[in-house]
């Protein structure tokens, strides 16, 4: 199989917008399900509703791939697998370096949706020497020292960041320096990569932190709150000429403007 190094996707060079390229993995997941169940045509409203797009907006994103279906018929299921699978350049072979085998490391490397969409762990990397050696999900972990020269022996231009924050940046540094060209990033920072290296962010806070606005709004839905009254209006300071001092209640010296102290 041809490696991730020297083949790119071709959805850059066919034009197709962002917002679809993000999408076409959402398709691509309900169109699989539907592989899996053996049905061999889906119409797209179907399609929209698994995917949860509406089905205008996934007619459009499928004509960027040349698909339009058939009137009465719909779209062929594992033509569009095929299809989107190959726009997504998930037909071939990406390697893949984690780095920072934590919790959350650790589970990246046990998940097994890597390899049924075509991208294949090449090394774990920690820079913990206790960890040097030790398999995890069947993988040995490897030391940071040697990062460098594991993407290059592997061919790899995907990079996975596990790391805690503070260090993120000077790992994305060494990856980028190395030949990564794509990085997705689990520390919870914004990382700075020069222009040709894309970045995809994944932080499980931010996106609970979401949630739980939508669940603020939705109980004080519930409770029936409503907006809360316009505070009534202070009272009219009274005329210049009949003011008094706070201090000492005399008017000032001229008889009606008061001498004010300052606050």
């Given at each position: 199989m041809a490696t991730g190094r020297t083949h790119r996707p071709a959805t850059r060079s066919r034009g197709i917008p962002e917002a679809t390229v993000a999408r076409l993995p959402l398709y691509l997941r309900a169109l699989t399900a539907l592989s899996e169940r053996s049905v061999?045509?889906?119409?797209?409203e179907e399609l929209a509703a698994a995917a949860g797009v509406n089905s205008a907006k996934l007619r459009k994103d499928?004509?960027?791939?040349?698909?339009?279906?058939?009137?009465?018929?719909?779209?062929?299921?594992?033509?569009?697998?095929?299809?989107i699978s190959r726009e997504l350049g998930l037909t071939q072979d990406w390697p893949v370096v984690i780095?920072?085998?934590?919790?959350?490391?650790?589970?990246?490397?046990?998940y097994g949706g890597f390899a049924s969409r075509g991208f294949r762990v090449a090394a774990?990397?920690?820079a913990d020497p206790a960890m040097t050696g030790k398999p995890v999900a069947g993988i040995p972990v490897q030391?940071?020292?040697?990062?460098e020269k594991i993407?290059?022996?592997d061919g790899v231009s995907i990079g996975v960041i596990a790391t805690p924050a503070g260090v993120a940046q000077a790992v994305c540094d060494r990856l980028v320096a190395a030949g990564v060209t794509s990085i997705l990033n689990f520390a919870p920072t914004v990382l700075s990569v020069p222009d040709g290296v894309d970045?995809?962010?994944?932080?499980?806070?931010?996106?609970?932190?979401i949630l739980a606005f939508h669940e603020q709004r939705k109980a004080g839905e519930e409770l029936g709150d409503e907006p809360a009254p316009p505070q009534a209006a202070a009272p009219a300071a009274p005329p210049a000429a009949t003011r008094t001092t706070a201090a000492s209640g005399r008017k000032g010296p001229d008889g009606d403007a008061?001498?004010?102290?300052?606050?």
């Open positions: 061999p045509t889906v119409s797209s499928f004509s960027y791939l040349g698909s339009y279906g058939t009137r009465g018929v719909g779209y062929d299921v594992e033509y569009l697998v095929y299809q780095v920072g085998i934590g919790n959350l490391g650790a589970a990246l490397a046990g774990l990397i920690d030391h940071s020292d040697d990062l993407i290059v022996e970045v995809r962010k994944v932080d499980l806070s931010i996106e609970l932190q008061p001498a004010v102290m300052p606050a």
